[in-house]
T-cell receptor
């Protein structure tokens, strides 16, 4: 079974630029999550999708972050414009049920 | 308030010995789940073990066991017979009620010495 795929693995941008991350969940997983993990901290949920609907985006900075999940499969997370404090690893995860989330390898973003 | 507290920022353990990683949690839900994940330096989060709040027995998965003490709200991870490949960051996480999202602790770095 293929795991959660994410791209790119690394990205370096200057502040005020825009960036987009892509995630392909495990086939059949209805729930998809985007987490932000700042260095030295645990992951923090940004947004949760159930199929292509948003379940929870309470911690998503909506003035600069946006996410979509078209057709209930792939998802993209966008930051526009980026700030220095957005430097982090962005993790995508998917789950079939509440029991276990499977994580992708993450995208390491550096904003200079 | 912090939902998950991991008080040990870093630990050293000798190869083949056991190590216990502490985790305490805070919730008012009767139904919840506790998870442990391993994050090597490569960055991926690897699921290790799960304990449901209604599970009467402590969860075990190979060399991993979860010491669940409900009254004390603790869910400590025990890694037995440590291996060099166990060197990584370990995160405790919780799911509450019918919510699927996970709340993570700050993590504990484990370094296994030969």
């Amino acid at each position: 079974e293929a795991g959660v795929a994410q791209s790119p693995r690394y990205k370096i941008i200057e502040k005020r630029q825009s960036v987009a991350f892509w995630c392909n969940p495990i086939s059949g997983h209805a729930t998809l999550y985007w987490y932000q993990q700042i260095l030295g901290q645990g992951p923090k949920l940004l947004i949760q999708f159930q199929n292509n609907g948003v379940v929870d985006d309470s911690q998503l900075p909506k003035d600069r972050f946006s996410a979509e999940r078209l057709k209930g499969v792939d998802s993209t997370l966008k930051i526009q414009p980026a700030k220095l404090e957005d430097s982090a690893v962005y993790l995508c995860a998917s789950s079939l049920m509440a029991y276990e989330q499977y994580f992708g390898p993450g995208t390491r973003l550096t904003v200079t | 308030a912090q939902k998950i507290t991991q008080t040990q920022p870093g630990m050293f353990v000798q190869e083949k010995e056991a190590v216990t990683l502490d985790c305490t949690y805070d919730t008012s839900d009767q139904s919840y789940g506790l998870f442990w994940y391993k994050q090597p330096s490569s960055g991926e989060m690897i699921f290790l073990i799960y304990q449901g709040s209604y599970d009467e027995q402590n969860a075990t998965e190979g060399r991993y066991s979860l010491n669940f003490q409900k009254a004390r709200k603790s869910a400590n991870l025990v890694i037995s017979a440590s291996q060099l490949g166990d060197s990584a960051m370990y995160f405790c996480a919780m799911r509450e009620g019918s919510d699927y999202k996970l709340s993570f602790g700050a993590g504990t770095t484990v370094t296994v010495r030969a």
